[in-house]
């Protein structure tokens, strides 16, 4: 979530840097981190999208997700904070026939813009602390135009007990309640807590703990 050209906050500067660095060094290789195949969940709201619409994928890393919706007939802008992992995010689209837009860009103080897209797509992007999350959620609502849809993915506390990918931070992760607050100004069209398989390369892999938010704006 760093943006080209623009300053990390004073006093965050250490523990931002390192997990850039860290990050940086997982996607540096050939292989994709979470894989090439779009995340289940984002794959099963097909139904929902129709060619033309407008997308921001959020904290899209390596691109599998925003390059799907691409080949869905969408105009996706994906945005991270790795430029090496969006680099690898438009060889994806290449490979696969599509063209994404990208941004390197941190999320805790980027511009969003104004109202923008169809859909808003956040998958596992629980690197976020509550703070931050908070402000992540309410201007992800924000950039939706009338009617847009939020699909968001993440995993529930029971996911520490897996340990089969996420953060180690409780706080970090998601619950029901949390998302029907957090989001008490959309309609709600689907939230569902469950546990699965997942197969993402070599981030996500085994049973997990997971809960998915459809919401309208």
């Known amino acids: 979530m760093i943006e080209q050209g623009a300053g990390i906050p004073p006093g965050d500067e250490p523990e931002r840097t390192t997990e850039l660095e860290r990050w940086n060094a997982r996607f540096a290789g050939e292989q994709y981190w979470f894989g090439t195949e779009p995340n289940a969940f984002l794959a099963s709201q097909r139904h929902r999208l129709r060619p033309g619409m407008t997308a921001l994928a959020v904290a899209d890393g390596e ?22 992992a969006l680099d690898k995010a438009r060889g994806l689209a290449a490979k696969r026939g599509v063209a994404i837009d990208t941004l390197c860009v941190d999320l805790a103080t980027w511009d969003w813009g104004p ?99 459809v919401a309208q704006k």
């Open 63 to 84: 691109g599998r997700n925003g390059v799907w919706l691409a080949q869905q007939g969408l105009k996706v802008l994906a945005v991270d904070f790795s430029q090496p």
């Open 115 to 213: 109202p923008s897209f169809d859909v808003v797509a956040a998958i596992f992007i629980q690197f976020a602390s509550p703070p931050l999350r908070a402000s992540i959620f309410r201007r992800m609502q924000e950039v939706l135009l009338p009617e847009g849809l939020l699909l968001l993915e993440g995993y529930r506390p029971e996911q520490l007990e897996y340990r089969t990918g996420g953060p180690p931070q409780v706080e970090n992760l998601n619950t029901a309640r949390m998302l029907r607050e957090a989001f008490s100004g959309m309609k709600i069209l689907q939230l569902a807590e469950y546990d699965a398989e997942v197969a993402e390369g070599s981030g996500h892999h085994g049973m997990s703990a997971l809960i998915d938010l």
